[in-house]
């Protein structure tokens, strides 16, 4: 059923204003149509004791992994089976009160199958958008995904290929990483010429570009070049430390690159690594005060989890904002803005992220008030996604 109205207590609108109180948000054919002030009407649904706020955003996923098994180069499941699990993950994420996913590299038809099935209506999840395989050097990171392609014509072709299967934005493999043994996570594996080929290319075609980067000389490269978003952004460097590169952010605030650190992976990766407690500070805190400097100097961050990875569920979005805000000290309401305005921002979706006229009626209602205790972002009460309730608390 597809609602007409909702009477909110507080209402945080991702504009990043002062919030609003007591308001009516008028809903028509999947999309909001008015704001006004006060409760004239006594019908809608009733959210008076709730803060109301748009459906977040989860900007890094792999639907075809199951977050309780290994990492594996291969023997997964038949396809059949991945995409009954990524129909179950997408429910999971869903009651997190995300509306909105990007699919950061996936294998075959499940990603295709998966965004199908849902603009359909055939089961309910969040609107998807999806890369297919990300491209990557051949033995490069996650090249069992199944596309390796090395030198520009061969980045150009997988370009155009994954554009003529039908994929939203391309993803990139700029430098190693820690989940593909034999790839180096602390080099890059791409050339500047090559990223550059694949940017060029991509945004001719209007898609955008998401570059996985941990090492240094790849942020740089992939600043260069105009990525449209930086997954992780490590700022790692050969023999296990870590290098800032200035120019490399003033590119980032410069071009308006996203970065994306993906906090959830980060977390569940390093309390899964054997190691003692001051090592693993030294790790997270080389890293994180690098990412914090990149913040202050102007760079925008927004929130995924990379869901899909050893530990890390489709659940984690709540956990991916509270981080961005106790980790690199953005303010609340701005890491708020990493799963919603800023979020659709960085995908290049121009109707989600905002409760606004005109906008895709997208919206969570939690108990309690974020902004000043995470908890609240735990404790949903109703997800809708295009005026239509597919979650709610209880039910
Ligand atoms: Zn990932």
Redesign the pocket.
């Known amino acids: 059923m597809s609602l007409r109205m909702i009477r909110t207590g507080l209402l945080i609108d991702g504009h990043g204003g002062k919030p609003r109180q007591n308001v009516t948000i008028h809903l028509g054919e999947g999309r909001i149509t008015a704001i006004e002030e006060g409760h004239r009407d006594s019908q809608g649904l009733d959210a008076r004791n709730m803060t109301v706020l748009p459906g977040l955003i989860d900007t890094?996923?792999?639907l075809h992994m199951d977050p309780l098994l290994p990492w594996t180069t291969g023997n997964q499941d038949r396809e059949e089976i991945l995409i009954l699990k990524a129909a179950s993950f997408m429910q999971e994420a869903l009651a997190t009160g995300v509306t909105t996913m990007r699919d950061?590299?996936n294998t075959g038809v499940v990603p295709f199958i998966l965004r199908d099935v849902i603009e359909r209506g055939i089961i309910p999840g969040p609107r998807l958008l999806i890369s297919g395989p990300p491209i990557t050097t051949t033995a490069g990171h996650?090249y069992y995904f199944g596309l390796e392609a090395d030198g520009e014509i061969e980045i150009r072709k997988a370009v155009r290929a994954l554009v003529k299967g039908g994929v939203d934005f391309i993803k990139i493999m700029a430098t190693g990483?820690n989940l593909t043994p034999g790839s180096n996570p602390r080099r890059a594996q791409y050339s500047l010429g090559e990223l550059k080929a694949a940017v060029d290319d991509a945004h001719r075609l209007g898609r955008r570009v998401a570059a996985?980067a941990l090492a240094t000389e790849g942020i740089l490269d992939c600043a260069l070049a105009g990525v449209d978003t930086i997954?992780?952004c490590a700022w790692f460097e050969e023999g296990g430390t870590f290098r800032y590169d200035e120019r490399a952010v003033e590119l980032m605030v410069e071009k308006g690159i996203y970065v994306n650190p993906?906090f959830p992976?980060m977390y569940q990766f390093l309390s899964r690594q054997p190691m003692d407690v001051q090592e693993r500070e030294r790790i997270k805190e080389g890293r994180l005060e690098l990412l914090r400097r990149a913040y202050q100097q102007g760079v925008k961050m927004i929130a995924?989890t990379?869901g899909?990875?050893p530990q890390v569920g489709f659940d984690l979005l709540p956990l991916g904002v509270r981080l961005l805000n106790e980790y690199l000290g953005v303010s609340p309401m701005e890491a708020l803005q990493g799963a919603t305005k800023h979020a659709a921002e960085a995908l290049d979706l121009t109707d989600v992220g905002t409760i606004a006229p005109g906008n895709k009626a997208d919206i969570l209602i939690v108990e309690g008030n974020p902004l000043e205790d995470w908890q609240a972002l735990e404790r949903p009460v109703w997800v809708i996604k295009d005026g239509r309730i597919l979650w709610e608390k209880g039910g």
């Open positions: 890094h996923v792999h950061c590299g996650c990483g996985h997954e992780h993906c992976a995924g990379d899909g990875c």
